[in-house]
């Protein structure tokens, strides 16, 4: 049994109504549970203007939403209806089960290095008012950090074997 993913903080009347701080959720690295927008409905005008792989720099298939969401986010609004339209099972082939599998405590901070690295790209090359671009980067700059003091005590202790 699976559980139901609530994306009430991009509903439209929130995110219509406040759309650059809802903006802001786009930046976020690691993400909250707005990655599942990518499983939506674009206008397809739009969404061939966004880089999927943005200069080449996306390394890993976990995370590799997050960048495309920013760039659609900077294109205009982001909504969800309350009705799911999609449900998605995790199983063990999935790329994105692998790489966690497989993939050491570095190696995940890596990857986590990597997106936040092209969201601040995205932010730099994004046609916004330089108040915006540094609410964006604050974003990133933020959570990224504060994944960053996590992880180093911890990969300290496994480093020394405490």
């Known amino acids: 049994m699976g559980s139901t993913i609530l994306l009430d903080n991009i509903r439209v009347d929130e995110s219509l109504k406040n ?32 880089k999927l792989n943005y200069k080449g720099l996306v390394k890993y298939a976990s ?3 997050i960048p495309v969401l920013a760039q659609v986010a900077l294109k205009g609004p982001i909504v969800s209806i309350s009705q ?28 986590l290095l990597n ?23 604050r974003q990133t700059i933020k959570k990224t950090s504060y994944e960053l003091i996590k992880f180093l005590p911890r990969y300290i202790k496994l480093k020394l074997k405490i």
Do not use: G
């Open 84 to 111: 799911p339209l999609k449900f998605y099972r995790k199983h063990e082939d999935s790329m994105y089960v692998s790489e966690k599998v497989y993939s050491n405590m570095l190696e995940r901070y890596k990857m």
């Open 19 to 50: 759309w650059d701080r809802t903006k802001e959720l786009f930046f976020q690295n690691p993400t909250t549970n707005i990655f599942f927008c990518i499983y939506a409905v674009f206008r397809t005008h739009e969404i061939k203007k966004i």
């Open 115 to 137: 997106v936040s690295y092209i969201l601040l790209l995205i932010t730099r090359d994004a046609n916004i008012n330089k108040i915006s671009k540094i609410r964006l980067y």
């Open 63 to 65: 995370s590799s939403e």
